[in-house]
């Protein structure tokens, strides 16, 4: 800050302190700490017989505010996986249950099983792979 | 206030002088009876002047003080001992005191009204200290909460910025700002009402 800060107030213009930092009466301040701590007697009883069956003791804020970071994660996570996997769904195509949609899953493993990509297509028909046929119109144009 | 050094010297319950904060707080956590009692003695009067800023009635400050207390002891167990204990303390006590506000104790402004020159008796004459007084208690009810407490601590009970600092959670500079501009608030309203009262 650059600007000079205001001089202390006049003191006749400030209030009475209450809790002053230093002085007071000490005798008047030993007399509220004493009826403080007879107040929380029934208090600190409870504390120290510890927490009632069935009643733990609550967990620190610390200790929410890590729970509820991490169920945070956790929700966003698992809110990604399921976006993901429904563009998935959405994206691929249906599986057919076509004999076609057999024949059109045929590599080349296939083709070495059936001998040529000819004697494959005469096999299948058209209902071949397409890139077979196309394997087959080449040999044929040969 | 930390350590101690604030309250009275002589301590009833036998206090544990040295103990950090947070330790004392953990003790209170298991029903150490001189564990709260030092606690106690350390904040006792720091939270009766955070009340007093909210609050105008003396008896209304005393119960809202010890309600603070024993607000805190209700909550302790959910007190991270590994965070500093006086904001949190400061925090209860802010909290009960605003509760508390009513027509009867409330800082002035809602029956007053806001017109600081309609409020003065005899403007331009010779105020009575206590109708000074007055003036300022409504200047500062018009201020923001952490503003007004600040002012209270540094300015009003004689804590350091230092220690207004700790209690309150800030950093001291924010505390001097806080000061510095209600200084400069109360004056800017009051020093042409006071017309030659006013000091530099």
């Known amino acids: 800050m650059t600007h000079k800060t205001p001089d202390p107030l006049p003191p006749e213009w400030l209030p009475d302190p209450v809790g002053p930092a230093r002085g007071g009466d000490p005798e008047e301040w030993d007399r509220r700490l004493r009826d403080l701590v007879s107040a929380a007697e029934p208090r600190l009883a409870e504390l120290a017989r510890g927490p009632a069956p069935g009643r733990e003791l609550r967990p620190a804020t610390g200790a929410w505010l890590l729970l509820a970071a991490r169920w945070r994660a956790a929700v966003g996570a698992a809110a990604l996986a399921a976006a993901t996997l429904a563009l998935v769904v959405r994206v691929l195509p249906a599986p057919a249950s076509s004999p076609a949609a057999d024949a059109s899953t045929l590599g080349l493993a296939a083709i070495a099983e059936q001998g040529t990509a000819a004697a494959l297509w005469q096999g299948l028909g058209s209902e071949a792979d397409p890139a077979l046929a196309q394997i087959v119109l080449q040999e044929a144009s040969r | ?200």
């Open chain 2, 1 to 200: 206030m930390a350590g101690g050094e604030h309250g009275s010297d002589s301590t009833p319950e036998g206090g544990i002088p040295g103990a950090p904060d947070e330790l004392l707080a953990r003790r209170v956590q298991r029903g150490e009876r001189e564990a709260f009692a030092e606690l106690a003695r350390r904040y006792l009067r720091p939270v009766h002047a955070v009340a007093a800023s909210f609050l105008s009635e003396p008896a209304d400050v005393e119960d809202a003080a010890q309600e603070t207390f024993l607000r805190a002891l209700e909550a302790i167990a959910s007190f991270d001992p590994d965070r500093p204990f006086a904001p949190w303390l400061y925090q209860i006590a802010r909290n009960v005191a605003r509760n508390r506000l009513d027509h009867r104790s409330r800082w002035r402004t809602e029956a007053a009204g806001d017109d600081l020159a309609a409020a003065s008796p005899n403007p331009g004459t010779t105020m009575e200290r206590a109708e000074i007084r007055a003036l300022v208690d409504r200047v500062l009810a018009r201020m923001p909460d952490q503003r007004r407490t600040a002012f209270r601590l540094f300015e009003v009970e004689g804590y350091t910025s230092a220690e207004t600092a700790r209690l309150m959670g800030v950093s001291e500079g924010t505390v001097r700002s806080h000061v510095h501009h209600a200084r400069r608030t109360l004056r800017r309203e009051l020093e042409p009402l006071l017309g030659g009262e006013e000091r530099r």
